[in-house]
């Protein structure tokens, strides 16, 4: 909004040219979030905490040590979305087609988690709605947004498929890239979903990934950088990287509530919907693959539960002592701040081997 308030004055009133630099507006959109999420933080959750009484409820088959968290609030994401909706609003180029596009899936996703959070605690059990319903509206918003994605994207960048250490090869997906994208968007909201078991253990690998994100959409929108790093160049995706601050900044902001211990809890409400924005923007930056390097963390933990369901059933026996990954090591007598700060650590040298694709081509 200020961009397109203030930018076109820019050549009237000098201090206004600030807006028409991308970095300039992607670091005020990441300090915004962080003060939005201060300032509305303890309200939200104290407003949490008497609407929902005895909090998120507790898996009885999980790690005993997560008991002693009963009470704790959850639906915290709807922290992460204000700050980030504000933010995104108030720096981004509201005329830009890709801004709205993350933006649909972020917000449309967060609404099915929070009709999720909202069945767990109105029920009082940790099921919320049906698995394949959920599925269902995660699929029809992320085919609704790579569709608008196909039309408004030039080809042969519409449906091709980068692939990292290559040179801008594009791989022709043609009709199969709407199922791709949709795949990709729903894979990475619900691995970011499986990754949040513990207090802090999403945010940061989150705002690891949106950073790096940011980087790249900032990168694959300016020719001049696309083309030196021999990137696919995709005009108007710096834009995104306005996105990305927000993000940072919101995620940044969360975490100072959901540090252990935690006063409160993402919910599906944050993780369905920052994971979906991920998903997104890597979908529309042509860095899908890269996704799965700078996400690895959440790769790993998706992989994890595949791995131990698939072996249940084809053999009866278990791989780990339970899943997601997280809680197999909490089984094997980790305590909680060295499973997070070790899965942190992990999170952040997948994202720099993530990033070394943009250069070894």
């Not at 300032?39 to 407003?47: A, E, M, Q």
Request: with cysteine; hydrophobic share 55%.
């Amino acid at each position: 909004m200020l961009y397109n308030l203030l930018a076109p004055m820019a050549d009237d009133f000098q201090a206004f040219n600030l807006f028409r630099y991308l970095t300039f507006r992607t670091g005020g959109a990441m300090m915004t979030a962080l003060f939005l999420s201060f300032l509305f933080g303890p309200r939200v959750i104290n407003w949490l905490k008497s609407q929902q009484g005895a909090g998120q409820p507790i898996r009885t088959d999980g790690p005993e040590s997560h008991l002693a968290k009963a009470g704790t609030p959850t639906m915290g994401g709807f922290l992460i979305l204000l700050a980030l909706c504000i933010s995104t609003l108030l720096w981004a180029d509201l005329k830009n087609g890709y801004v709205w596009i993350v933006m649909l899936v972020t917000f449309g996703f967060g609404a099915v988690g929070f009709g999720d959070d909202y069945l767990k605690l109105s029920k009082r059990n940790s099921k919320g709605l049906p698995g394949k319903l959920k599925l269902v509206c995660e699929i029809a918003i992320a085919g609704i947004a790579a569709w608008i994605l196909v039309n408004i994207t030039n080809e042969p960048l519409s449906t091709g498929l980068a692939v990292p250490f290559l040179k801008e090869l594009l791989i022709p997906l043609g009709f199969l890239f709407i199922p791709f994208a949709i795949f990709v968007m729903v894979g990475a909201s619900n691995a970011v979903n499986l990754t949040d078991g513990l207090d802090g253990l999403a945010i940061v690998p989150v705002m690891i990934a949106a950073g790096c994100f940011g980087f790249i959409a900032y990168l694959s929108g300016n020719a001049v950088f696309a083309n030196y790093l021999q990137i696919n160049f995709v005009p108007g995706t710096g834009e995104l990287a306005v996105f990305c601050g927000a993000l940072v900044g919101a995620s940044l902001g969360f975490l100072w509530y959901n540090a252990p211990p935690a006063m409160v809890f993402m919910g599906d409400t944050g993780s369905l919907s920052v994971g979906g924005a991920l998903g997104a923007i890597s979908v529309i930056t042509k860095h899908e693959l890269v996704l799965a390097i700078i996400g690895g963390l959440f790769v790993l933990e998706t992989v994890s539960v595949i791995v131990q369901v698939a072996s249940f059933k084809l053999t009866g026996k278990r791989v780990f002592a339970m899943a997601p990954l997280h809680h197999h090591f909490e089984k094997k007598g980790w305590s909680e701040p060295t499973i997070v700060i070790r899965f942190w650590i992990i999170a952040a040298i997948l994202a720099v081997i993530g990033l070394a694709t943009l250069k070894l081509r």
